[in-house]
């Protein structure tokens, strides 16, 4: 059994012991601890967020963020992407919902966002940083908030264009101790109308990296092969919409800019 395999297994099959809740999270999120039968933990945690928790929204359907979050790790996974931890859809102590592989940060000593969203002051970036929203400090000093310019970065953009993301904060911005970036709290994703809105703009206009072409091309062919545990988890109508927008990027394979019909920023940015 390969890892990713394994891991999702464990996430499926594992007893769920509940830690402790996210104070900050919109929806109720639990952390938990894996165990095994006999309770023993399996040195794995996972972040638990059941339908029963969630918020009511305007925009997205009552009872489907969890399911969009299982979405968003296969279709990261069928891409190519691998930068959303593995998610699994299952039962747990409060009822059905979404257990998602726990990103030990705390470990890597930077907190969710360190060192890829920062504010400068002024209206200059340092080298190796994109600009992304000009304003103003508490006293009235200019300030800019930037991403880093990295290949992670950018083929995470090229991800949330594809989910759709209607949420991407610098906050679901993670770095574990091997240095790697992962990507967290998919649930507003996957609408048939136009949603993005992301801290990650800096690239507008830029060509989309010949690798994250090919994580398109992948994407599609994967989607022609039927999708099925997609398929399951986001309505028919959601389905044709993320056919449609990549197609579009394989079309026209360039960074958008930010919209100028609606708010294209998350709030708040971290």
Do not use: C
């Not at 103003?136 to 970065?153: C, F, I, K, Q």
């Not at 995470?156 to 240095?179: E, I, Q």
């Amino acid at each position: 059994m390969s890892a990713p395999a394994a891991v999702e297994t464990l996430l499926r099959t594992a007893a769920l012991e509940v830690e402790g809740v996210l104070p900050d999270a919109s929806n109720l999120t639990a952390r938990v601890l894996l165990t095994d039968e006999d309770g023993v933990p399996t040195g794995e945690r996972a972040l638990y967020k059941p339908v029963r928790g969630e918020a009511p929204l305007r925009d997205f359907p009552t009872g489907t963020l969890g399911r969009r979050e299982v979405a968003a790790y296969h279709l990261s996974t069928a891409g190519g992407w691998d930068l959303v931890p593995a998610t699994v859809w299952r039962d747990g102590p409060l009822g059905p919902g979404s257990v998602q592989r726990w990103v030990d940060w705390e470990s890597a000593g930077r907190a969710p966002g360190d060192g890829l969203l920062d504010v400068f002051e002024g209206t200059g970036v340092p080298d190796g940083w994109l600009a992304v929203v000009r304003g103003e400090d508490g006293r009235g000093n200019p300030v800019t908030v930037a991403h880093r310019d990295s290949d992670d970065l950018a083929s995470l953009a090229v991800l949330d264009l594809v989910l759709n993301n209607a949420d991407r904060k610098g906050a679901h911005l993670l770095t574990d101790a091997s240095g790697r970036l992962w990507a967290v709290d998919h649930g507003l994703t996957l609408h048939t109308e136009e949603k993005l809105r992301t801290v990650l703009w800096g690239w507008g206009g830029e060509r989309i990296p010949t690798a994250d072409q090919e994580r398109l091309e992948r994407l599609l062919a994967h989607l022609d092969d039927g999708a099925e545990t997609v398929t399951e988890l986001i309505s028919s109508a959601e389905v044709g919409a993320l056919r449609r927008r990549v197609e579009t990027l394989l079309h026209e394979p360039v960074f958008p800019h930010p919209p100028n019909d609606r708010y294209g920023l998350p709030w708040p940015l971290w």
